[in-house]
């Protein structure tokens, strides 16, 4: 059980369930996910795939402090979440990552990330078909 490195194909499962559901699953490839550079990862249990998250090199200036990466594409199964599964899994990525990342939140997972020690940064912004999502910002300290 815990953080493994997986394969493009295998976080597509979850990204159609949880993200993009009843859409094509061509709406499930992001810019940049067969890039050298980007990591996909996944909280396994028992054998079977219960979270996932993507990771890409995408530099953004923030709070004055340049952030290399930023996390896409986090969803655990329905039948898993809420038991602490993506909370574990952030903490793994992170000690995994040992950098400082963003990403876009969808409104109903700040509240996630926010106990998981992200910041909102900014104004909310609307990403079509999907809805209001803020910029949050884990910000790695010396300690973290
Ligand atoms: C957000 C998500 C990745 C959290 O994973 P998880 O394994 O449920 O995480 P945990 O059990 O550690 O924490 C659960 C927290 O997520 C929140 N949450 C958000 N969407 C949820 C959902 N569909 N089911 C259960 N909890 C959800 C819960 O409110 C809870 O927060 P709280 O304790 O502050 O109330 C997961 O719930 C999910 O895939 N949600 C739908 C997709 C999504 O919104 N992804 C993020 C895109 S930015």
């Known amino acids: 059980m815990g953080l493994r490195e997986v394969r493009l194909e295998d976080v597509i499962p979850l990204r159609h369930a949880v993200l993009r559901p009843g859409r094509p699953v061509e709406t499930c490839y992001f810019d940049g996910d067969d890039a050298a550079t980007t990591r996909h990862f996944a909280w396994v249990e028992d054998g079977r795939i219960r979270s996932i998250a993507t990771v890409m090199r995408q530099a953004r200036e923030l709070s004055g402090e340049r952030v290399p990466f930023q996390l896409r594409g986090m969803a655990t199964a329905p039948d898993a979440a809420g038991r602490g599964i993506g909370s574990a899994f952030l903490q793994a990525l992170n000690a995994e990552l040992g950098a400082s990342w963003w990403c876009n939140a969808r409104a109903v997972a700040v509240r996630f990330y926010e106990r998981n020690g992200l910041v909102v940064v900014g104004e909310p912004f609307d990403i079509p078909e999907i ?14």
Do not use: F
């Open 131 to 144: 809805g209001t999502h803020y910029v949050m910002l884990y910000e790695k300290t010396a300690g973290s």
